[in-house]
């Protein structure tokens, strides 16, 4: 049915698929998935149901519900009528996934992210800044999706599907609000060209994100200094991942974010 870097989707019957995941060492985030949606299946919030964890060759994997509808990604791109309600639709999705009180079993974020920073696709002043600033931030005991974007939120009958919940932690709010701006403005989509092709949807882009924080505003207080913290950590970690269309961005959002740290290191190592 479709396949991504990280899990392929196969149809089982009608109502359900099997999502396998590539690696078999991957069997840990399968179960963290499978956790954070039970979670918030009951607490109500509009996430696919789960059956069960199986493995395949080794390779673990989640039975969920068949979902056959469209993401709002692909709405917006193929119905731009319906623009002007998709990004209210996801700030009180936002929202409302946030009211949720993670599990404790779920991986406290701030040690996810110290591991990703530790990569080498971090650049060494960087990553020294962006683990100092780690330190300071909340650690927070809410839901943490990590991938909440319009390309995430399935339309589904009677309302709609968060999906995709590889990265969820245990994390402060604000996190992941800073995680979304990220990839709402500026995260590479794959299948509409090049990043140079791309650069004529920022004006767009940057008003759906907009449109998103004022729904979400209106739904549940924002801290706006964590945000603002949490942004240039995650921009760092963020390069972890391997992105190359995105990777002179991340640095230009790490840096100005992180300079008064970076400038302090290098008093102290001088």
């Not at 059956?51 to 060759?57: H, P």
């Not at 990604?73 to 009528?81: D, F, G, K």
């Not at 998709?86 to 929202?95: D, E, F, Q, S």
């Given at each position: 049915?479709?396949?991504?870097?990280?899990?392929?989707?196969?149809a089982i019957d009608e109502d359900r698929v099997l999502r396998l995941a590539r690696r078999p060492d991957m069997r840990e985030a399968v179960e963290r998935e499978q956790l954070a949606l039970s979670t918030a299946s009951r607490s109500g919030a509009p996430v696919p149901a789960v059956?069960?964890?199986?493995?395949?060759?080794g390779r673990p994997g989640l039975v969920l519900e068949r979902l056959e509808g469209a993401d709002l990604?692909?709405?917006?791109?193929?119905?731009?009528?319906k623009l002007p309600a998709?990004?209210?639709?996801?700030?009180?999705?936002?929202?409302s996934l946030h009211e949720i009180r993670a599990p404790a079993e779920l991986p406290e974020l701030r040690g996810e992210l110290r591991r990703r920073l530790e990569s080498e696709l971090v650049p060494e002043a960087l990553r020294a800044a962006a683990i100092r600033a780690l330190a300071a931030l909340p650690e927070g005991d809410r839901l943490y999706h990590g991938d909440f974007h319009p390309g995430n939120v399935l339309r589904r009958a009677g309302g709609y599907a968060v999906i995709d919940w590889k990265n969820v932690a245990r994390a402060d709010p604000a996190a992941d609000l800073a995680r979304t701006r990220l990839l709402m403005i500026g995260a590479w989509i794959p299948g509409l060209g090049s990043r140079f092709l791309q650069l004529p949807l920022a004006p767009f882009r940057w008003s759906l994100y907009?449109?998103?924080?004022?729904?979400?505003?209106?739904?549940?207080a924002v801290d706006r200094k964590s945000l603002t913290v949490w942004r240039p950590v995650l921009a760092a970690a963020r390069l972890?991942?391997?992105?190359?269309?995105?990777?002179r961005r991340l640095i230009r959002i790490a840096r100005r974010g992180l300079n008064h740290r970076i400038a302090a290191l290098d008093e102290g190592m001088s």
């Open positions: 049915m479709g396949s991504g870097r990280e899990a392929e989707v196969f059956y069960e964890t199986l493995e395949v060759d990604l692909t709405t917006m791109l193929t119905r731009p009528w998709m990004p209210r639709v996801l700030g009180r999705l936002h929202a907009a449109a998103y924080m004022r729904a979400y505003r209106r739904a549940r972890a991942e391997d992105i190359p269309q995105e990777r």
